[in-house]
């Protein structure tokens, strides 16, 4: 172990510096862009049309960057895995149905936030896992595995949560996640597979990428309802806050509880916390209105803000040293 140390050093040290740089920037780009969409409406919310595509492009990024080994991660730990998917769809979810019941939400506005909660891991959410020094494989695997299952999961869960504030298609709405989602993401591991070379070069400039179309997509949706922000902006933020806030701590519970490693609990927090809002966003202005989706909107600001603090709290937080008990998780997360 220690005569790998030198070479992975400035390695990590590159990564961290790349990290951190990119969530520093990434949620200064999204208020940014939500600030035009409010001050610019007319032009940016013609760009609605558009906002299908925009995720498309977001997902055949993370499509890029999967490989063989970030799937063989759920084979070695099929039980964190599984936990860290249940805990996703059943916290978030549960938990957005919890909040627009007891603020009595519109109905627009409920639909929204339970949608932002049926939604997969946020895109982000690796790198949160990874400043906070928790296991980043497992992360990318829960990630990866809850994006895949979300044509099913995600339609079924909002039809189930939704359908009585209202009207929820669901099978448009499965038609439009594997549109959207699914056949992106792999598209993009095809090229991945088939062009290694050509997209290790391009790795590194995903991320921006992707920061930037997230960025667009939340300037088209503030655009959309802009009209309606100052009158909702305030109750919407308080629901997005106490959504991000549970599923932070609850997701880090979900791990202790199925006596998960620390940094296994670390990269649940962030799994279950940090939603795919981009998919949430698009889904809500297509099957909705532009008001059920502005709560996506503020969740995409928020969460990246909230991972960021956490991140960094967590990661000035001593590890316990990992128990020869537990040889899978340290293999694991070394890789």
Known sequence: ?????PSTAP??????????????????LVVMAGLAGFLLPGPIKAGAPAVP??????????????????????????????LG????????????????????????LAVGVILVGCAPSGTASNVMAYL????VALSVAVATVSTLVAPLVTPALTLLLAGSFLHVDAGGMLLDIVKTVLLPVILGL????????????????????????????????????????????????????????FGLSLGYLAGKIGRLDHKARR???????????????????????????????VFSVWHNLSGAVVAAWLARRPLPEVSPAAPETAAITAQ
């Open 1 to 5: 172990m220690d005569t790998h140390q």
């Open 11 to 28: 390695a990590r040290s590159k990564a961290d510096r790349d990290a951190r740089l990119a969530v520093t920037v990434f949620p200064i």
């Open 85 to 108: 998917l249940v805990a996703h769809y059943v916290i978030m979810p549960g938990a957005g149905w919890v909040i627009a019941t007891a603020l009595a939400l519109p109905p627009e």
């Open 190 to 245: 095809a090229v991945r597979v088939f062009l290694r070379k050509a997209v290790a070069k391009l790795l590194p400039a995903l991320p921006w990428i992707s920061a930037l179309v997230i960025a667009a997509i939340v300037a088209i949706v503030v655009a959309g309802s802009a009209s309606k922000l100052v009158a909702a902006g305030g109750i919407v933020l308080l629901a997005v806050v106490l959504h991000n806030g």
């Open 53 to 82: 595509y925009l995720l498309g492009v977001i997902m055949f990024c993370m499509g890029l960057t999967l490989t063989p080994p970030d799937f063989a991660s759920v084979a070695k730990r099929p039980w964190a895995v599984a």
């Open 132 to 135: 906070a020094k928790g296991d």
């Open 267 to 297: 990269a649940l927090a962030f799994e279950v916390g940090m939603q795919n809002s981009g998919l949430a966003a698009t889904l809500a202005a297509a099957h909705f209105t532009p008001l059920a989706a502005l709560p996506s909107a």
